[in-house]
């Protein structure tokens, strides 16, 4: 495996620098997913499989903070959004393989006032039960405890789910392996309801052949972060060092001294499992020292078109759907394009970046950083953010071409996965070659690294001043295996750890500190 | 109608009751930018109805004073393109509205600065892609259909355009009379294209009851009374307009409105003053130099001096509007085969008017193109025109 070289001649790149003072990945960005949430995506990642080296994992998460007692309908997926994953592999920054799932909302029990219902074995109307509904008639169906089925009564609210590959041209229709249709896994409405959520939550993972695995469905929000200090103009709470994180607070990547304000909160996630064997530019395998072996991804959201000509009047502008947003690296559209040009940003195509350049060179956030830290910053133009939207080392082997300025997430598919007890939330600063910008993991702290980055780590160790916001993990276990996220937050019993309360660390641990 | 102080209903502020009213019924002295913007903005909303550029020079004037008063003000900026669109500068407002595009690329109002410019310039493609991305970018927003409405228009859907502006009548706001009645007035002109002369009546009696005010309105109106034949009354209503705004488009449509009714000698001054005054401004960048085209080229036979003015126009713009006249120009000084290049370019984008579609007919025949002739005169009778022009 070749060997990602640490911090300083990493990459990191344009991540940052922005007229907002504050981010959260890219939940609600720009105006147009501020006014579309069902098409905003908050996340996107894409790493080898933790559990499974010969296979690359992608997840695109959409629809941000969703509280998930937030009855009767929950989350559904829009049916008039198609959601998309895309891989570039042959390093032109133009999809080669495209992965595009749609959905499809039924409504089995019309009737029913709620979108999931369901009890212990069924509750049937009670001796006393007013006529015309005799006594013994089924008033509450079963719990849910299967998406379809036998247990499935009570999911009056169900969305299945398409996914086609188009790969060079040719679309491949990708269907169950079982022939049955993708169901997508619903909210966590509660224990009565759902009293054995992760059963369920865990039949929503197809095959779909090849070795190609899917879920889509409502999880954990993986990200984390102090996120109202951080929109506070970067008021980072004194107890985790007032944005300048102790040597000891940063070593340690399982503590939080500050709250994770996206706890307790659900997000839509699509997960797709592939070989990597899929999705290189030969066809198979490549070692990390191969041009072959780097892939660029991204994910987008787009919906159906009005146009401005009519069938059968030929149209200027091609395709049916226009984009509403899209995501490679996290927080590039957060923290360096500016408001007036985040909605142009977002439906761009990524080969065409070089026109957002100048929000790139001299990013407004390491202007804020130097405001309010009073820490020294590389002088513009910051060359030294590019290398994240090119193909190069240390991501990309050395003669990797390196394409067109593009932000694209990529992922050396030929750095072997580090192992959990191994893992590093600020990933490649900190030596560890298979996070992020090698890729991303749910567990990598892009906040941290943005900051880092932004600030001028990537220029050289003088400016290290280790930022960060005191959040360091999620506030519940990552799952290893597939879909790699946790499973959806209970309706009933989710809890957001606030300032001040206790059980700051995954409800576990000194209380977090208010300022 | 005139609008007072007084009449202004409790709650709604000066600005915003001058903006409805075209009117300045708060005469205290503005004191801020803001104030100079609304002011401007009410102005060029009147110069969109009368279609003359002595509303938009006193928004012009108004613009100043913000941006005196703050230099560098977003909102004064933008209206300085409204201005020179309405002002038919296109090609300082193209220049503008891309170095504001480029700023701010989120902005719609200036997608939609762009789409006016490019295709008042005759650049329908491009216009295409910004009307397309005021589309993407705001699903449902009134600004893409009236944008795309126009478009269509261009473009020959008449029926599509028709679709658009009811989509954008049903968004425009229930206290926005002006926009109301604009709206039906648009939908009213191309029901009358359509050959829709009843509904087109229906619409226009709605849009002055809206705004009894509204100049564009009462040209509707003038252009259905005409197309019934009843040129007494469209030159009467022609007559109004041209006292309230006497430019010498409005005369123009006077003049050739009395000829029709009859009234020669009324006429034939109408169109010497006319002359005087479209000359008086063949320079400037608002003018009649089209009016003047047809006017050399038809009534005075005078080709050549037709011909250069359309040349120097053409040089300018190649919207279908203009290359239209200059294909007539062309015609009228026996340059037939240029001529069917020229009108062959204003057709290209797929518009279907009668007049345009008169002058192919007059030049394929003088090409003796046989098959121009029987598709120009298929398409003149599929829109229910007749082509009265003299070969």
């Given at each position: 495996m070749h060997r990602i070289r640490p911090i300083v001649c990493a990459v990191l790149a344009t991540l940052m620098g922005t007229p907002q003072t504050g981010f959260a990945a890219s939940h609600r960005e720009a105006p147009i997913t501020a006014l579309d949430q069902k098409a905003d995506i908050t996340d996107f990642f894409a790493f080898v499989s933790y559990d499974d080296p010969t296979k690359v994992t992608f997840i695109l998460n959409v629809d941000p903070f969703l509280e998930p007692g937030n009855g009767p309908n929950y989350f559904p997926f829009d049916d008039n959004v198609q959601y998309s994953i895309k891989i570039d592999n042959n390093h032109d920054a133009l999809a080669d393989i495209v992965f595009e799932f749609q959905f499809t909302t039924e409504i089995n029990a019309p009737g029913v006032f709620t979108g999931f219902v369901g009890a212990g074995s069924g509750i049937?109307?009670?001796?006393?039960?007013?006529?015309?509904?005799?006594?013994?008639?089924?008033?509450?169906?079963?719990?849910?405890?299967?998406?379809?089925?036998?247990?499935?009564?009570?999911?009056?609210?169900?969305?299945?789910?398409?996914?086609?590959?188009?790969?060079?041209?040719?679309?491949?229709?990708?269907?169950?392996?079982?022939?049955?249709?993708?169901?997508a896994v619903p909210s966590n409405v509660g224990p009565r309801t759902m009293p054995n959520y992760p059963a369920l939550a865990a039949q929503g993972i197809y095959s779909l052949g090849s070795g190609i695995s899917v879920f889509a469905g409502t999880v954990d929000d993986p990200f984390y972060i102090d996120l109202g200090a951080t929109f506070d103009s970067l008021n980072f709470r004194t107890a985790a060092g007032g944005g300048?994180?102790?040597?000891?607070?940063?070593?340690?990547?399982?503590?939080?001294?500050?709250?994770?304000?996206?706890?307790?909160?659900?997000?839509?996630?699509?997960?797709?499992?592939?070989p990597i064997s899929m999705i290189t530019s030969t066809g198979a395998p490549a070692l990390s020292t191969s041009p072959a072996a780097t892939i660029g991804a991204?994910?987008?959201?787009?919906?159906?078109?009005?146009?401005?000509?009519?069938?059968?009047?030929?149209?200027?502008?091609?395709?049916?759907?226009?984009q509403i947003q899209r995501m490679g690296n996290p927080l590039i559209n957060e923290v360096i394009v500016g408001t007036g040009s985040k909605d142009f940003w977002s439906m761009s195509e990524p080969v065409n970046d070089s026109q957002f350049a100048s929000f790139d060179l001299d990013p407004l956030l390491a202007r804020v950083l130097n405001a309010i830290y009073g820490i020294a910053i590389p002088t513009p133009p910051r060359t030294d953010l590019l290398p994240l939207v090119t193909y190069a080392p240390p991501i990309a082997a050395p003669g990797t071409p390196a394409g067109p300025v593009a932000d694209l997430l990529r992922l050396n598919t030929g750095v072997a996965p580090t192992p959990r007890a191994s893992r590093k939330r600020l990933g490649l600063l900190a030596g560890d070659a298979a996070g992020f910008p090698n890729g991303r993991r749910v567990s990598d702290d892009v906040t941290d690294i943005a900051l880092r980055a932004v600030a001028g780590i990537l220029a050289g160790p003088q400016y290290n001043y280790r930022l960060g916001d005191g959040v360091n993990t999620n506030d519940v276990p990552y799952q290893e295996t597939f879909p790699y996220v946790a499973w959806a937050q209970s309706g009933r019993q989710r809890r957001h750890i606030d300032p001040g309360e206790p059980g700051c660390t995954q409800g576990a641990g000194p209380a977090c500190p208010t300022n | 109608m005139r609008f007072h102080k007084q009449d202004r209903p409790v709650g709604l502020s000066c600005c915003v009751f001058g903006l409805l009213t075209f009117?300045?019924?708060?005469?205290?002295?503005?004191?801020?930018?803001?104030?100079?913007?609304?002011?401007?903005?009410?102005?060029?909303?009147?110069?969109?109805?009368?279609?003359?550029?002595?509303?938009y020079l006193e928004a012009d004037a108004a613009i100043d004073r913000a941006l005196e008063l703050a230099p560098g003000n977003y909102d004064a900026l933008k209206l300085r393109i409204v201005t020179l669109l309405g002002r038919r500068d296109f090609t300082e407002a193209l220049k503008r509205a891309r170095e504001l595009n480029r700023k701010t690329p989120d902005d719609i109002a200036i997608w939609g600065y762009l789409v006016?410019?490019?295709?008042?310039?005759?650049?329908?493609?491009?216009?295409?892609?910004?009307?397309?991305?005021?589309?993407?970018?705001?699903?449902?927003?009134?600004?893409?259909?009236?944008?795309?409405?126009?478009?269509r228009e261009a473009f020959g859907d008449i029926e599509g355009a028709l679709e658009f502006y009811a989509e954008a009548l049903l968004r425009a706001s229930a206290n926005d009379v002006q926009e109301r009645a604009w709206l039906m007035t648009q939908t009213a002109r191309l029901q009358l294209a359509s050959g829709n002369a009843k509904r087109a009546g229906e619409l226009i009696e709605g849009a002055l009851k809206l705004n009894p005010e509204s100049q564009f309105a009462f040209a509707a109106l003038a252009a259905l009374k005409a197309s019934q034949g009843n040129y007494a009354d469209a030159s009467a209503i022609r007559k109004q307009l041209f006292e309230k705004t006497p430019n010498a488009h409005n005369l123009y449509e006077l003049a050739?409105?009395?000829?029709?009714?009859?009234?020669?000698?009324?006429?034939?001054?109408?169109?010497?003053?006319?002359?005087?005054?479209?000359?008086?401004?063949?320079?400037?960048?608002?003018?009649?130099?089209r009016e003047l085209v047809f006017y050399y080229a038809d009534r005075r036979q005078s080709p050549s001096r037709a011909l250069t003015i359309a040349t120097r126009v053409a040089e300018l713009r190649h919207d279908s509007e203009t290359l239209d006249a200059y294909a007539w120009a062309l015609y009228r000084s026996g340059k037939f085969?240029?001529?069917?290049?020229?009108?062959?370019?204003?057709?290209?984008?797929?518009?279907?008017?009668?007049?345009?579609?008169c002058h192919a007919l007059r030049i394929a025949t003088a090409n003796r193109d046989a098959a121009g002739v029987k598709r120009f005169e298929k398409e003149l009778s599929l829109i229910g025109s007749v082509c009265e022009i003299s070969k």
């Amino acid at each position: 495996m070749h060997r990602i070289r640490p911090i300083v001649c990493a990459v990191l790149a344009t991540l940052m620098g922005t007229p907002q003072t504050g981010f959260a990945a890219s939940h609600r960005e720009a105006p147009i997913t501020a006014l579309d949430q069902k098409a905003d995506i908050t996340d996107f990642f894409a790493f080898v499989s933790y559990d499974d080296p010969t296979k690359v994992t992608f997840i695109l998460n959409v629809d941000p903070f969703l509280e998930p007692g937030n009855g009767p309908n929950y989350f559904p997926f829009d049916d008039n959004v198609q959601y998309s994953i895309k891989i570039d592999n042959n390093h032109d920054a133009l999809a080669d393989i495209v992965f595009e799932f749609q959905f499809t909302t039924e409504i089995n029990a019309p009737g029913v006032f709620t979108g999931f219902v369901g009890a212990g074995s069924g509750i049937n109307a009670p001796a006393n039960s007013p006529a015309p509904v005799a006594p013994g008639t089924p008033i509450v169906p079963p719990a849910i405890t299967a998406l379809e089925g036998p247990g499935a009564a009570g999911l009056s609210l169900r969305q299945y789910y398409t996914v086609t590959m188009i790969k060079n041209g040719v679309s491949t229709a990708l269907t169950n392996a079982t022939g049955n249709p993708l169901f997508a896994v619903p909210s966590n409405v509660g224990p009565r309801t759902m009293p054995n959520y992760p059963a369920l939550a865990a039949q929503g993972i197809y095959s779909l052949g090849s070795g190609i695995s899917v879920f889509a469905g409502t999880v954990d929000d993986p990200f984390y972060i102090d996120l109202g200090a951080t929109f506070d103009s970067l008021n980072f709470r004194t107890a985790a060092g007032g944005g300048v994180l102790t040597a000891a607070a940063d070593a340690d990547d399982n503590v939080n001294t500050a709250s994770d304000y996206v706890s307790g909160y659900n997000v839509n996630s699509i997960a797709i499992q592939v070989p990597i064997s899929m999705i290189t530019s030969t066809g198979a395998p490549a070692l990390s020292t191969s041009p072959a072996a780097t892939i660029g991804a991204w994910g987008t959201t787009a919906r159906p078109r009005t146009l401005v000509r009519r069938a059968p009047l030929p149209a200027v502008s091609s395709g049916s759907f226009s984009q509403i947003q899209r995501m490679g690296n996290p927080l590039i559209n957060e923290v360096i394009v500016g408001t007036g040009s985040k909605d142009f940003w977002s439906m761009s195509e990524p080969v065409n970046d070089s026109q957002f350049a100048s929000f790139d060179l001299d990013p407004l956030l390491a202007r804020v950083l130097n405001a309010i830290y009073g820490i020294a910053i590389p002088t513009p133009p910051r060359t030294d953010l590019l290398p994240l939207v090119t193909y190069a080392p240390p991501i990309a082997a050395p003669g990797t071409p390196a394409g067109p300025v593009a932000d694209l997430l990529r992922l050396n598919t030929g750095v072997a996965p580090t192992p959990r007890a191994s893992r590093k939330r600020l990933g490649l600063l900190a030596g560890d070659a298979a996070g992020f910008p090698n890729g991303r993991r749910v567990s990598d702290d892009v906040t941290d690294i943005a900051l880092r980055a932004v600030a001028g780590i990537l220029a050289g160790p003088q400016y290290n001043y280790r930022l960060g916001d005191g959040v360091n993990t999620n506030d519940v276990p990552y799952q290893e295996t597939f879909p790699y996220v946790a499973w959806a937050q209970s309706g009933r019993q989710r809890r957001h750890i606030d300032p001040g309360e206790p059980g700051c660390t995954q409800g576990a641990g000194p209380a977090c500190p208010t300022n | 109608m005139r609008f007072h102080k007084q009449d202004r209903p409790v709650g709604l502020s000066c600005c915003v009751f001058g903006l409805l009213t075209f009117s300045a019924v708060c005469p205290a002295a503005p004191k801020t930018a803001q104030t100079y913007v609304g002011q401007a903005s009410a102005l060029c909303r009147k110069g969109r109805d009368v279609a003359d550029a002595a509303p938009y020079l006193e928004a012009d004037a108004a613009i100043d004073r913000a941006l005196e008063l703050a230099p560098g003000n977003y909102d004064a900026l933008k209206l300085r393109i409204v201005t020179l669109l309405g002002r038919r500068d296109f090609t300082e407002a193209l220049k503008r509205a891309r170095e504001l595009n480029r700023k701010t690329p989120d902005d719609i109002a200036i997608w939609g600065y762009l789409v006016d410019a490019n295709m008042a310039i005759g650049d329908y493609a491009e216009a295409e892609r910004d009307a397309q991305w005021i589309l993407d970018l705001r699903r449902g927003s009134t600004l893409g259909f009236l944008k795309a409405a126009a478009l269509r228009e261009a473009f020959g859907d008449i029926e599509g355009a028709l679709e658009f502006y009811a989509e954008a009548l049903l968004r425009a706001s229930a206290n926005d009379v002006q926009e109301r009645a604009w709206l039906m007035t648009q939908t009213a002109r191309l029901q009358l294209a359509s050959g829709n002369a009843k509904r087109a009546g229906e619409l226009i009696e709605g849009a002055l009851k809206l705004n009894p005010e509204s100049q564009f309105a009462f040209a509707a109106l003038a252009a259905l009374k005409a197309s019934q034949g009843n040129y007494a009354d469209a030159s009467a209503i022609r007559k109004q307009l041209f006292e309230k705004t006497p430019n010498a488009h409005n005369l123009y449509e006077l003049a050739g409105l009395l000829e029709k009714s009859g009234q020669h000698a009324e006429a034939e001054t109408a169109f010497r003053d006319f002359e005087t005054k479209a000359l008086a401004e063949e320079d400037k960048t608002f003018n009649a130099n089209r009016e003047l085209v047809f006017y050399y080229a038809d009534r005075r036979q005078s080709p050549s001096r037709a011909l250069t003015i359309a040349t120097r126009v053409a040089e300018l713009r190649h919207d279908s509007e203009t290359l239209d006249a200059y294909a007539w120009a062309l015609y009228r000084s026996g340059k037939f085969a240029d001529a069917q290049e020229q009108i062959d370019r204003a057709l290209a984008p797929g518009v279907r008017d009668g007049g345009y579609f008169c002058h192919a007919l007059r030049i394929a025949t003088a090409n003796r193109d046989a098959a121009g002739v029987k598709r120009f005169e298929k398409e003149l009778s599929l829109i229910g025109s007749v082509c009265e022009i003299s070969k």
